[in-house]
Structure formats: C-alpha cells, structure tokens
C-alpha cells in the first residue's frame, strides 16, 4: 500500500500542492486526473523522489521513503514526455538501465516484442518519432517486473493500436497483483482501466473514490460529465 | 720492516737526487726525500730549471717564485696557506705553474691575498690547477703576455665584502684566460685596465657578485664563455672596442641581475650570444655604437632595457623567443635602431613574401610602463586583461615611444 | 559508488560521442601543431598556450558545461526515476563531463610537444604545469557550468550567466585588481593584490605558469611579500592549493543543490 499523507509543495510563489492525502491499495488501478497545472505530475514526481516536497511523507507498505532512493527499485516510471540522452540507440539505452539495477534479464524481450520496436533497436533515440520514444519508455517502465508501476500520460501519442496494447498490458499486469498508479486526460480510458479515481484541483483532492461512485454522485451519465460537474461546483 | 721502508725511501730519494742531477736543471720535491719543500727546491734552482712537486700537503706560507722556473705538481700536491698567507707569489717572468693544488688562502680585509699573485711577471703560463678556498684565486697585476689556462677555481664566497675574485687582472695586456673553471667568489673573471686580452671558453657560475666585471680594458676580445646563476650576471664598463661572440649568459636572476651590463662601452660588437632566462638579458646605460646582432635572448624577464643615454646601437637580426617583455627603456626618446630582428610576439603578416612582416612591431609594452610606476601589477603580466590594454597601445601609442620600433620584423626565426 | 561509475562510463560515452567534443580535441591539436609549424620554437608554442588555455578552457567548460547540462535532463530524469542516489549521479555526471574534456584538451596539446619534442630541457615541468593547470581549469569551470544549470531554471539565462561568468573571471576581475592596485597606490599592495588573485581561478591558474614563464622577471621585483611568494615554493603551493579548494568549492555548492532540486 501506498500512503500519501498531507504532501504539501510550492514552486516559488506557487503553491501547487496544498495538503494532498490518499491512499492507494496493493493490486488496485489508481488513476489521478484533473485539469491542466492542477497538480497531477507534481504530485507523481513527489512519490518518486524527482521532487522533494515541502512537507508531508509518502510511504511504502508504513515504510516512509523521504529522501530515500533504494525504493525505486520496486517502481516502473513512464514520464508524460518521453526523452532520452539523444547519442545512445535504444538498445544501449536498455542496456544501461539493466546495468544501474545490476540485472542481467529483465524480460525486455517479451516487451520490446509486444510493442513492435525490433526494427528500432540499433537506432539513436534522436532519429525515432514521438510515438515510438513513448513505446521505448514504456518498455523501460514495465521491464524489471517492478510491483509498483507509476504512469504519466501512458496512452498519450500512442497510435490506436500500440494504445490499446498498453491498455491491455496494464490490466494484465493488475492481474499479476502490481499496484498501478497512472494519470489520463482521457476519462472514458481512465473509466475503462481504474478501480478509483483521484481529482485533483488546484492542488487539492477533490474527490477520492470509485469511478463509478462519483458518476453515482454527481448524477451524470460519464466521468467526463461527472468530474465536469465537479469543476464547476468548484468555481471553474 | 719500518727500517726497510726508510731504507727504500731514502734509496728513491738518492734515485732523484741522481736523476736531477742527470737530466740537467731538474728538480723533486717530495716528502720524504731530500728536497722536501718547494721553497728548498727554489733556492736550488737556477733559472730555466724544473721542479717536480710529488703528492703531499705542503705548508709553507708564502713561497716566493724569483726564478724564471717551470713547478709542475704530479698528482696534484697540496699548497696550504693555512688561512694566513698568500701561497704563491710570483715576481719573475717566464714562470710556469702547472698540476697543483692550492688551498686556503683566508680572507684579508687589508692585502689582496692569492692563491697564485704574479706582480711584474711576463710570459707566465699558469695552467691546470686546482684552487680551493683562495680568496683571490689567480691575481695579476702589471703583468703581460701570460696565460690563465685550464684552471679549476671553487671558492665558497658567502659576503661580498669578504671574498675575492677568481682571476683578477689590473693593468696587464696580452693575457689569455681560457677554459678556466670558476665558481664561488665575488666576481669570477675581473679585468682592470687590461688590454688586448682574450677570454675565451670559461665556465664562470655561481659568483656572488659578477660572473665577467670589467672596467677602463680596451680592444679584448670574449668568446665561447659560459656565465650562469651569477648574482648579477656580467658587467662591462668604460671600455671601447670590445668583442663579446658566442657568449652563453643564463639563469642571472635578481632585482639587478643582468645577462649583460653595458655600461659607457663604445665601438663594440656583441654577436652570436645567447640570454637565456636572465632577469633582464641586456641592459644598456651610456653606451653608443654598439652593434648586437644575431645573439638570442629567450625567457628573459626583459630581454632588452636599454636607457635613453645610449645611442646609435644597431639591433639587428636578433631573436627575440618567449620573453616577459621584450625592450624597455626609460624615454619616449630612443636613439638606437632595431631592424630586422625577429620577436615571437610578432603578430602581423608577410603579404609582400620578403620574409619580412608587413606591419611594425613595437616591442616595448604598455604594460612594462605600468609595472615600471606600480611594481605590484606585475602579478597581472600575461592576463587577457592586459593584453588588451597593449593591443589598444599598439595600435595607438601614447606612453611607449614612437620611434623604438622595428619596421622589418622578421617572420622566421634567425638560424 | 558502483553506480557512479557506470554513469560516468554513459556520460562519458554520450560526452566524447558529441561533435562538439572532437572539435575541442581538435582546436588543441591543431593550435598546438600550427604554432609549432609556424614558430617552430617550443618555448613560443608554450607561451601562445598558456593564453589559450586560460581563454577558451573555461569558456568552452562553461559553456559546453552549461548546454550539456541542460540537455540532459531528460537523461538526469530518466536516471532519477530509477534507483539511484542523487549524490553519485551528480559525481558521475561531474567526472563524465570534465574528463573528455580534460583529455581531449590534454591529448590535443600533449601529441605535438611529443612529435616535437620540448625544446629546451628545463620545459618539461612548464608543459606539465601547463597541462595540470588546464585539468584543473576544466575540473573548477564544468563544476561552476554545473551549478548555472542547476540554479538557473531557464536555459538561455544559465547560458547568459555563463558566458557573463567567463567574462568577469577572463577579464574584468583583472581590470578591477589593476584599477585597485592604481587607486591605492600610496599603499602597500603586494598582498592585497595576491589576496585577491585567490579569489579567481584563471588568475591562479595564470600565476602558476607564470612561475614557470616568467620566473626571470618575477625575480627582478624587489618586495618582501613577492619575493616570498615568487621566490620559493610558496607560490607554487599557494596557487596549486588554492586551485584544490576551488575544485571542490563550486562542487560541493552545486552538489547541495543538486540534491535539493525539483525535476
């Protein structure tokens, strides 16, 4: 289990996560969403370490990982933007990511497999298109079978077909028991994929539950239409 | 068996006595033979004999040499002077000295003391001895056609005030000192109202005060010596007519240590010599009509300082490679000539392909005036800084002078 | 500690894999070969390259130092999102960045002095000092091109700061020691003037071969504290050991950082 309690964080004069607390269950789907700049990524970087909040803790199973690093070797990451030192070929790029977690086979096969990169092997990161880094950091995220997979934007310029294969993939591996962090613009993908949904508003949780409980709630036909309703409940 | 050896001794004694007798006018001194000291063996003598010293400490104070002899020492015996005296003084002409060894000598406030004095002497060789703690080591006064050759001369000078120098000559002429080995003293050669002289092929290192000093010595000629770590290098004063070729002058370091000091010297010719690393390489004060060409002056603190006093010098062809500055001088006045020489912060080109730079070179920077009136701004020397501020001088003079300027720069080093 | 080597083994990679890096390489090399071609004579060569040194070593570490640094911090991300300390990816990213070019500057001088040897016999400790003083300029300014990009959100203002950084160290920091040195004349000066020249490390760098160059000249000047300082191995020591202070100083700064700032 994974707890977030009362993260706090400010950007200079910006104060972009104002006492943020939930938790997140073992083998569960946990989709955090909201609008632009409300706090999303912020809030997925704090949980990695890539920023140091303020004040608040993020634990691991009761374990408090502030400032702590080896944790990391149970997480899978894939960042919103895909970008990688630009001189090495995606091989190597695998390679050295084997190499810092000292692992010899992280069924990056099987992955690269699956996301049709083995024509793209041998070739700089610099020379590939959007779509296909995107798969390369998926590959890197997913490799290494970590327990817990934290996802920004997975689907995002992903072709229909490569999306749905990580859709896929992503349920599979809640299947295999992993705890599954991800946010998502897209809220019928976020409705498909997750067992609860969290809103995040200018930097605060609005709502923490079930998807289907805030549609419920709210009484609107669809996510989108439910946390719409929320929004503007909320002044936006 | 002591009986025996005495028996021996006075046997190879005999031997000698007999041999001198033989080959006529020979005479041997050793330490246990019959003629057991030099001062014997010079009572014995007549002009034109020889006298062979054997190994052995000598100590006889001062010898006196009146006779027109030859003293050759085998192996080198030692003459000891035991701090008080003069050890050989030599009053007649047509004396050779060879082979030995000369030491202590002892410092005199009062009397020039030497370790070899000749007063008077003429046609005198003096060649291949060892002189140690000499005070004075060889000294000649109104001497002539005598020759300084091959001697080895260590002191262990510590105040100037308190040491002599190695080869001292006051009023003498035609004397030839040459590959003479000098160290230690308070000047290691100095000359005095000499003429027609020649130095030649001499390591003089290590002196306290000059390496080479000498004053009021006309038409003399110095080539091929070696004068190094010099506490303020070679000084030359009040003389005309002076050749100085294939010089080496290095490692002269000090607030005045100088490669060379030309100080009121006239008509002279300084060619083929090499500054290498002195505080300043030449240093010119009074002195006119010198031509110094191709001699070398590199990592010199300021290879040329030459004062507006001196004129009509002709720099001609000379290297100028890596030195803190290059000229300096005291007036936006000069009157001495540079021309074709070649400087390694030369920066301008050769369009014309005459082997010549088409744009002057000033070699006298900015910089060197501000260090001049600011002594701590030294510790700028070689910053961008200050490079800038010479690049603007250059090109728009106002402190350096106008006129000290090489119009034909070489752009290949002079071979 | 493991860790840190295999990331300078991939910054080194990806370092010395980057166009600008040969070029570097290069510009010694052919500096060096052409200054010998033309003048011929080493000690000229050593001269012409201390100026160089002084000049482009820390504007091209600045300045490269500072794009690297902001261009890979989708690399610097990557790596922090994977289990690494801070600590040892800012070491190995330090070590992979000034050692290419340290050697790429240590290879382009040393190969002609090699070819052509050194000239006179007392060069060689002025061609070691030569290249000491170039690693350590190197070390001192990739630390400091490290430290604009870590403060300095905004690529193109770490890259102002850079270039104004290089600039004041190059050149202005020794106008103001000279405008003080003519401002206070009537005063003592000498240690003013070498206390100030610690707080620079071109300037030390400059003093440290000057004591090679230009000893001749240092000894025609007559002052207690330079004499000292000129005259032994004071200055040597001075110079070269505030050299080491200035490694670690904007080092262990930009290390601090580092280890504070959000990605």
Not at chain 1, 17 to 39: C, D, M, Q
Not at chain 2, 93 to 118: C, H, P
Not at chain 3, 164 to 186: H, P, S
Request: aromatic share 10%; hydrophobic share 45%.
């Amino acid at each position: 289990m994974i707890e977030i309690r009362n993260i706090d964080k400010r950007f200079g004069s910006l104060h972009v996560l104002k006492g943020v607390g939930f938790a997140i269950e073992r083998g569960s789907i946990t989709a955090v969403v909201g609008p632009n700049s409300s706090g999303k990524t912020t809030l997925i970087k704090c949980v990695l370490g890539l920023v140091r909040h303020d004040s608040g803790a993020v634990s691991i199973d009761g374990v408090c990982m502030n400032g702590t690093w080896q944790y990391r070797n149970d997480i899978g990451y894939m960042p919103q933007i895909a970008r990688f030192p630009e001189n090495l070929t995606v091989d190597e790029l695998i390679e050295m990511v084997k190499d810092l977690r000292n692992v010899k086979n992280a069924g990056e096969e099987e992955l690269i497999e699956l996301f049709r990169l083995g024509s793209e092997r041998k070739r700089p990161v610099r020379t590939l298109s959007g779509g296909t880094r995107q798969k390369v950091s998926a590959v890197l995220a997913l490799m290494f079978n970590p327990a817990i997979l934290i996802l920004d934007e997975p689907t995002a310029g992903l072709d229909p077909l490569a999306s749905s294969l990580m859709k896929d993939r992503i349920l599979n591996e809640r299947q295999k028991g992993k705890t599954i962090v991800l946010t998502s613009h897209n809220m019928h993908e976020v409705e498909e994929l997750s067992d609860k949904v969290v809103f995040l508003l200018d930097g605060k949780v609005l709502y923490d539950g079930k998807p289907h409980d805030l549609i419920s709630t709210t009484g609107e036909p669809t996510l989108e239409r439910g946390i719409a309703r929320l929004m503007e409940n909320n002044g936006k | 068996m002591n009986a025996l050896r005495r028996l021996s001794c006075f046997a190879l004694g005999a031997v000698a006595v007999v041999t001198a007798t033989v080959s006529a006018g020979e005479i041997v001194v050793h330490p246990d033979g019959p003629v057991r000291t030099l001062s014997a063996a010079l009572r014995l003598a007549r002009d034109g004999d020889r006298i062979v010293v054997h190994p052995g400490v000598y100590r006889e104070g001062s010898i006196v040499v009146d006779k027109s002899v030859e003293i050759v020492g085998r192996d080198f015996p030692v003459f000891d002077g035991e701090d008080r005296h003069t050890v050989l003084s030599v009053r007649a002409s047509n004396v050779t000295i060879k082979g030995l060894q000369i030491a202590n000598v002892g410092v005199s406030y009062v009397e020039d003391r030497a370790g070899i004095k000749l007063e008077d002497a003429h046609g005198c060789v003096i060649e291949g001895n060892r002189l140690r703690r000499t005070f004075f080591g060889i000294y000649l006064a109104k001497s002539s056609n005598t020759r300084i050759i091959g001697n080895d001369i260590q002191g262990e000078a510590v105040r100037e005030a308190s040491s002599g120098n190695a080869i001292h000559l006051w009023y003498c002429r035609d004397v030839t000192i040459e590959g003479n080995h000098i160290r230690g003293h308070r000047d290691g050669i100095y000359l005095e109202w000499v003429i027609d002289s020649i130095i030649e092929g001499n390591v003089s290192e290590d002196n306290l005060r000059y390496g080479l000093h000498f004053m009021f010595s006309n038409g003399s000629i110095y080539r091929r010596n070696v004068f190094q770590r010099n506490g303020a290098g070679v000084a030359v004063m009040y003389t005309k007519n002076v050749q100085m070729i294939d010089n080496l002058m290095e490692h002269n370091w000090g607030p005045v240590a100088y490669g060379l000091l030309l100080k009121d010297i006239t008509d002279s010719y300084v060619a083929r010599n090499r500054f290498f690393r002195n505080t300043v390489g030449l240093y010119s004060e009074g002195s006119s009509r010198i031509t110094i060409e191709r001699n070398e002056f590199t990592q010199n603190g300021w290879a040329v300082r030459i004062m507006a006093n001196s004129v009509e010098n002709h720099f001609t062809e000379n290297n100028f490679i890596a030195n803190s500055f290059d000229v300096a001088t005291n007036s936006r006045q000069t009157f001495s000539r540079f021309e074709g020489n070649y400087w390694s912060g030369y920066r301008g080109y050769d369009m014309t392909g005459d082997g010549y730079g088409d744009v002057p070179y000033r070699p006298v920077r900015l910089f060197s005036y501000v260090v001049e009136r600011h002594p701590p701004t030294l510790i700028l020397l070689r910053s961008v800084f200050i490079d800038l501020l010479d690049l603007a001088e250059r090109v728009l003079p106002t402190l350096t002078p106008e006129s000290l300027v090489d119009r034909k720069p070489a752009m290949q080093r002079i071979r | 500690m493991k860790t840190t080597l295999k990331i300078l083994k991939y910054e080194f990679h990806n370092v010395i894999r980057n166009r600008w890096m040969l070029a570097y390489a290069l510009f010694f090399l052919v500096i060096s070969e052409a200054l010998f071609q033309f003048g011929g004579d080493a000690s000229k060569v050593m001269l012409s390259l201390m100026n160089v040194t002084l000049l482009i070593i820390p504007l091209v570490s600045l300045v490269f130092g500072t794009m690297y640094a902001y261009n890979s911090r989708e690399f610097i991300e990557l790596l922090l999102s994977q289990p690494v300390d801070r600590k040892w990816l800012f070491v190995g990213m330090h070590a992979g960045l000034a050692l290419p070019l340290a050697l790429a500057f240590v290879i382009g001088v040393t190969m002609p002095f090699v070819i052509h040897g050194v000239g006179e016999a007392g060069n060689t400790p002025t061609v070691v000092a030569l290249i000491g003083a170039g690693i350590f300029l190197t070390l001192i300014f990739v630390a400091l091109a490290l430290l604009i990009a870590v403060v300095n959100e905004d690529k193109g203002r770490g890259f102002g700061v850079s270039i104004l950084l290089w600039l004041f160290f190059a050149v202005i920091y020794d106008g103001l020691i000279l405008l003080a040195t003519l401002t206070f004349r009537e005063y003592p000066m000498e240690q003013p003037v070498i206390v100030m020249t610690l707080f620079n490390p071109i300037d030390l760098a400059r003093i440290a071969l000057m004591l090679q160059f230009d000893i001749s000249a240092l000894m025609g000047y007559t002052g207690a504290v330079f004499e000292e300082f000129f005259g032994s191995v004071t200055g040597m020591v001075v110079s070269f050991g505030s050299l080491v202070v200035w490694t670690a100083f904007p080092f262990l700064l930009a290390l601090r950082r580092f280890i504070q700032k959000d990605f």
